[in-house]
């Protein structure tokens, strides 16, 4: 897998892309530049997406009595 797990770098990557929605959505309504508000609100569905990646590998994790394994399909390997 390499040195970082997935959590780790899902949460990295949120980081980055959360900061660039910010930088972008600031600058575009300060410049009045349509094309980076939009591009900002691409980035957010970018986030959305992070995110919902980020529960699957935490629900990935957790193991019950019924599902000794985890919720490894929850994953999606």
Avoid: C, P
């Amino acid at each position: 897998m390499g040195k970082f797990g997935k959590t780790a770098r899902l949460v990295s990557m949120l980081g980055l892309t959360g900061g660039f929605f910010l930088v972008e959505i600031s600058v575009g309504y300060v410049t009045n530049s349509m094309a980076l508000v939009a591009d900002s609100f691409h980035m957010l569905s970018d986030l959305i997406a992070l995110i919902i990646g980020l529960l699957s590998v935490r629900i990935a994790k957790k193991q019950t009595e019924r599902n000794t394994f985890g919720w490894v399909r929850a994953e999606g390997r």
